[in-house]
């Protein structure tokens, strides 16, 4: 008696581990016990995460729109960092080090804010990884065609309001900035969850 309860312990046990193994390789997870306690301990850990997704993101960013403007004489990288209409930061004459920071650092809250965002969704049910990716570069997108107009206010070096081409470089990198974390808010989601809880 005592070896088939062992038989039907160690059977429940692997089918656990399967069912596990399945959500993670289809890249969803379902609310429950384990998602509580992922919004219960880690508060700290995960919004460090988050803040490193949106660095690592901002700089890919940057140098990206960098590359844009270097290669095809766009000035959209300008437009990134300029600050001309920013009531305090105008009155001083930032470096690009200074200007490429402050970027940086909307970026990490920006990331922050999604993570938090996508941790209440994530109570309500299934999470999937391309449904994240999905949201944060349309959010990319939307950020970037309220940002583009604000050309209007440098005082000089950003690129036309009506120049085309800037336009579709500076919406696309701001899709893939979007979708890039996506993929890493999502990710920092997943190993919280799974290696918190004990999977």
Request: net charge positive; with cysteine; proline share 3%.
């Amino acid at each position: 008696m005592g070896k088939r309860d062992n038989k039907a312990s160690s059977a429940q046990r692997a089918h656990r581990r399967e069912s596990s193994s399945a959500g993670n390789s289809t890249g969803t997870w379902s609310a429950g016990r384990e998602t509580e306690r992922f919004f219960a301990r880690g508060r700290v850990s995960s919004l460090l995460f988050y803040g490193l997704a949106g660095l690592l993101s901002g700089v890919l960013l940057g140098l990206a729109l960098k590359a844009v403007q270097h290669f095809t004489g766009h000035e959209v990288y300008r437009l990134l960092l300029n600050a001309d209409y920013v009531p305090v930061l105008k009155e001083f004459r930032l470096s690009e080090r200074a200007e490429f920071g402050i970027h940086l650092v909307i970026s990490i809250v920006l990331c922050i804010i999604l993570g938090l965002i996508w941790e209440r969704l994530a109570r309500g049910g299934r999470l999937s990884g391309s449904k994240m990716t999905g949201a944060t570069a349309a959010v990319g997108i939307l950020i970037g065609a309220l940002l583009y107009p604000t050309t209007l206010l440098s005082s000089g070096g950003t690129p036309p309001i009506d120049s085309l081409p800037s336009w579709l470089w500076w919406l696309s990198v701001h899709a893939v900035y979007g979708a890039v974390s996506g993929v890493l808010l999502f990710q920092v989601l997943r190993v919280f969850l799974f290696r918190r809880s004990g999977y």
